[in-house]
């Protein structure tokens, strides 16, 4: 695998440690908007629009397609993360569809539920009325970390929806997480983030860069300096908005949550109902997501082709862009190629393409 592949900006993606939070109460409430003057970066060729449901408003970035007709994309971030995390990959993917974004309730620069619901199946519902209201699906719908569970359950509940699913270090259940994951999984246990509060009430928001990086990436390294400065001042953004913490730690019990679920709603079973072909992508160096759950995600979707990086980390679209936009567009020719066979009476039937291999670098 190449090390060439690298980003000029980072979004601060999953586990973020230290901060000066409040207590974050066990009840849920109507969470203040942020504080107006001070958003997210917006990179060249991104379009930032606000969209607004009943009950919950949502930022989204957009890159649109190098031509018109284009099919839609839409990307969901992970915990701690915003619609930032697709700005690398993005562009890349300009000259096959039309790219968005979300910022998930409560991160990035949309505010909070009006409900405080951050579970993984409020997260779904986000993403399925953003299409519902839009119009823009069937899509190619993309998912990193926790985003990669919404997405799953997207997949699962709405097939319509969605025309093929890309998964970056999905967060489904495991039985003997990683001991790298334990620290922001207790997010979710209240008291925590206090805790962080003393440990942490003199690192500078550059120091608690350093650490969210060296937790998500398989090398630090790849992060240039403008990125890096960017992360840190993103960071040192987030941390002023009143509900930082609150979302944080929501969040986190709503993953924990959806790993106990069993039955119709537990994520693997979700997975084997997934339709649309399926692209997964692990890293081999993910602190956060097990490399070992890759086999397992690879039999659970039915039409899943599986790429494993043995250097990347947590976020592979932003440590090996290029290297993720050409395997996603391998998934778009072979599905193309499924759909002209099945159209000429072959063996693939519409709604269940054939599965594609398993590939790494």
């Known amino acids: 695998m190449s090390s060439t592949d690298s980003t000029e900006s980072t979004g601060l993606p999953d ?10 109460p066990d009840t849920r409430a109507v969470l ?14 991104e379009t930032v629009r606000s969209v607004s449901l009943p009950g919950l408003t949502m930022s989204v970035r957009g890159v649109p397609g190098a031509r018109a007709g284009l099919p839609s994309a839409l990307y969901v971030h992970g915990l701690g993360g915003s619609s930032q995390n697709w700005s690398a990959l993005m562009p890349l993917l300009a000259g096959q569809v039309d790219g968005e974004a979300l910022d998930l309730p ?13 579970s993984v199946s409020a997260q779904a519902r986000a993403v399925i009325r953003h299409l519902d209201a839009s119009g823009r ?17 997207v997949a699962a509940v709405r097939p319509d929806l969605v025309r093929t699913l890309t998964l970056i270090s999905p967060a489904l259940p495991e039985l003997r997480p990683q001991l790298s994951a334990v620290p922001t999984g207790l997010l979710a246990v209240p008291g925590v983030t206090r805790l962080f509060s003393r440990l942490t009430r003199d690192w500078t928001p550059e120091r608690r860069t350093r650490e969210v990086l060296a937790l998500c990436y398989g090398d630090p390294a790849l992060v240039t300096p403008d990125g890096f400065t960017a992360a840190a001042e993103e960071y040192a953004r987030r941390l002023e908005l009143p509900y930082f913490w609150e979302v944080m730690t929501r969040s986190a019990r709503g993953i924990v949550h959806a ?3 069993g039955g119709q709603h537990n994520l693997w079973r979700q997975a084997q ?27 659970a979707f039915r039409a899943s ?3 494993t990086l043995p250097e990347a980390g947590h976020v592979a679209m932003m440590e090996y862009p290029e290297t993720v936009a050409r ?7 072979d599905d193309a190629a499924a759909r002209d066979a099945a159209g000429a009476g072959g063996s693939a039937g519409a709604g269940e393409p054939a599965a594609g291999g398993a590939s790494g670098t």
């Open 106 to 118: 409560g991160f990035g620069d949309s505010p909070p539920p009006d409900d405080g619901d951050y």
């Open 32 to 45: 203040p908007v942020p504080p107006a003057g001070r958003s997210s970066r917006v990179g060249p060729g």
């Open 259 to 261: 790993y106990t679920l």
């Open 137 to 153: 699906g069937p899509v190619h719908l993309f998912g990193n970390s926790m985003g990669g569970a919404a997405v799953t359950r």
């Open 273 to 299: 109902r997934v339709l649309a072909p399926t692209l997964l992508v692990y890293g081999g160096r993910d602190r956060l997501v097990s490399f070992r759950m890759a086999r397992r995600a690879a039999a």
């Open 15 to 24: 586990g973020l440690p230290g901060g000066s939070p409040d207590a974050a």
């Open 305 to 307: 082709r599986l790429l």
């Open 327 to 333: 395997a996603f567009r391998e998934l778009l020719d």
